[in-house]
């Protein structure tokens, strides 16, 4: 058992020293959206709008996941994909209680 711990910890301290491959226009485009997203948990837009930013990331990673992914990149990618489906869910949610309220 503790040969299997040695050997599971020294993968990854072997992982954790190779190079990080990763784009950097990406990057920067995925903070852009980190931003945008912390911005919209806060004040959320119309349901359309959520989700068309929502789309636009999935167009994204369908045309990124031609070209070889490290790790990093995918696990980025994957985060603003839920932090903009959260967005969405609040959107949707502003919406249903704006739309109650008019109707009471």
Known sequence: MYHKL???LLRISITLRSPVQYTWTLAIIQAFGLILASYWIQRPPS???AVAILG??????AIRVEE???RTERIAWLVLAVVFMFVEIRAIQQEHDRHDAETS
């Not at 636009?56 to 990673?61: P, Q």
């Open 6 to 8: 040695q050997l599971f």
């Open 47 to 49: 349901s359309g709008i």
């Open 56 to 61: 636009l990331v999935a167009v994204i990673m």
């Open 68 to 70: 070889h992914w490290g």
